[in-house]
């Protein structure tokens, strides 16, 4: 078993997104199980900022293109997101140490109730925050890159980690953009193709 000490945050964020419901600001969350969405009042949805004098920094948003200019970096967004209907997309501050400059991006697909999906991306070059107890599972190549497989499973975490009621978390960095894609009741390898289809938004 291995804590991870600072993985991209946001994936409780993530799954209450996929309920329906929003947060304003990540949360480093514990992932022996699927986080229980809670419901504190979020940011109102926009298809874009009100301005385009400037971006708007944080805030949730109905497109991909909005949620770019308000981060203020490229992001890369699924080809295939097998059959899961997207929430919107939350732009928030990194809370990593000395790093709230920067932005971490979440987009969630489908529930953590039934079957999820999620994204998480940041232009810190590293973690946001902590995503809790893991396993590692293994290592997968994505856009080039290596990437760690981990899983909230196996002994005094979750259940067994071949079962597939448990939530996944790769994770990898690329030209100092640092993404995590995860999961919750799908299979490792829907995961990894999740994460290997991601174009530019």
């Known amino acids: 078993m291995h804590r991870m000490p600072t993985i991209a945050a946001g994936i409780a964020l993530a799954m209450s997104l996929g309920a329906g419901l929003l947060a304003s600001a990540p949360a480093v969350a514990s992932t022996a199980g699927p986080a229980r969405p809670a419901n504190p009042p979020g940011p109102a949805v926009t298809d874009g900022p009100a301005s385009t004098a400037r971006p708007a920094s944080t805030g949730a948003f109905g497109s991909w293109a909005s949620a770019q200019h308000a981060a203020g970096f490229g992001l890369r967004k699924p080809a295939r997101t097998f059959g899961l209907r997207r929430g919107p997309i939350v732009v928030s501050r990194c809370q990593a140490a000395g790093k709230l400059s920067r932005r971490n991006v979440i987009a969630s697909y489908g529930s953590a109730l039934r079957r999820l999906l999620a994204l998480s991306q940041n232009n810190s070059g590293g973690a946001c925050g902590n995503f809790g107890a893991a396993r590692k599972?293994?290592?997968?190549?994505?856009?080039?890159?290596?990437?760690?497989?981990?899983?909230?499973?196996?002994?005094?975490?979750?259940?067994?980690?071949?079962?597939?009621?448990?939530?996944?978390?790769?994770?990898?960095?690329?030209?100092?953009?640092?993404?995590?894609?995860?999961?919750?009741?799908?299979r490792r390898r829907t995961l990894v193709r999740f994460a290997r289809g991601l174009r530019g938004a």
Do not use: D, M, Q
């Open 137 to 186: 599972l293994g290592h997968y190549r994505v856009l080039g890159r290596r990437a760690t497989l981990w899983g909230a499973c196996g002994k005094h975490i979750g259940p067994s980690c071949s079962s597939r009621k448990i939530s996944l978390f790769l994770v990898w960095a690329k030209h100092r953009r640092y993404y995590l894609a995860s999961s919750h009741n799908e």
